[in-house]
């Protein structure tokens, strides 16, 4: 059963970076399929992050700038980076695994508020 | 990259069949493709898959669920509506530029 798991710190002040993690447990990260960041501000809609398979990576045009996706395939966990953050990405921010055409696994989500 | 367009709401009566629409654009969701997926999602929990690639169900869920698609529009459909499928549902679809959207979201209401 293919299970995540996000972490990182629930608040973070305005202009910082915001660091998650998703650990990924019962699948190899490197055996193959994309690993996606996902988030959904309160009483909002979902909202494509990034995705990466091992070197391979694809951004959300309007994040782009600000995000950094990357993979640690010793610990089979894949990581989030988003810079320079504002109140307009506070939300929940969900780890799942891509299979490009849809996502089929899902980490329970992390509430990760910018505030000062 | 445009959120797919959804009706904010979808309402139905307990039995009653409801369907739910998710319009993209020539980048998404096409007629040449199987790119669109759809997610259920109660408060305060993560989406769970319920169709993907147009019209297939994941083990384990409903058959009351089914999708479709024609041109640039995919649907959902939900039979024998029930109390407990009263949640949003979002649609999404894998784009010509190899990135990801969702849909805007539909309430579904039983009444």
């Known amino acids: 059963q293919v299970q995540l798991q996000e972490s990182g710190p629930g608040l973070v002040k305005p202009s910082e970076t915001l660091s998650l993690i998703c650990d990924v447990s019962?699948?190899?990260?490197?055996?193959?399929?994309?690993w996606a960041w996902i988030r959904q501000p309160p009483g909002k809609g979902l909202e494509w992050i990034a995705s990466?398979?091992?070197?391979?990576?694809a951004y959300n045009p309007s994040l782009k700038s600000r995000v950094t996706i990357s993979v640690d395939a010793s610990k089979n966990q894949f990581s989030l980076i988003l810079s320079s953050v504002t109140a307009a990405d506070t939300a929940v921010y969900y780890c799942?695994?891509?299979?490009?055409?849809?996502?089929?696994?899902w980490g329970q989500g992390s509430l990760v508020t910018v505030s000062s | 990259q445009s959120a797919l367009t959804q009706p904010a709401s979808v309402s139905g009566s307990l039995g009653q069949s409801i369907t739910i629409s998710c319009t993209g654009t020539?980048?998404?969701?096409?007629?040449?493709?199987?790119?669109a997926a759809w997610y259920q999602q109660y408060p305060g929990k993560a989406p769970q898959l319920m169709i993907f690639?147009?019209?297939n169900r994941p083990s384990g869920v409903s058959n009351r669920f089914s999708g479709s698609k024609s041109g640039s529009t995919a649907s959902l459909t939900i039979s024998g509506l029930q109390a407990e499928d009263e949640a949003d549902y979002y649609c999404?679809?894998?784009?010509?530029?190899?990135?990801?959207?969702f849909g805007t979201g539909t309430r579904v209401t039983v009444l």
């Open positions: 020539s980048s998404d969701v096409r007629s040449d493709n199987s790119f």
């Open positions: 690639e147009v019209t």
């Open positions: 799942a695994r891509d299979r490009n055409r849809h996502f089929d696994y």
């Open positions: 019962g699948y190899s990260i490197n055996s193959g399929y994309f």
């Open positions: 990466i398979f091992r070197t391979e990576k």
């Open positions: 999404s679809s894998f784009t010509v530029s190899s990135t990801r959207v």
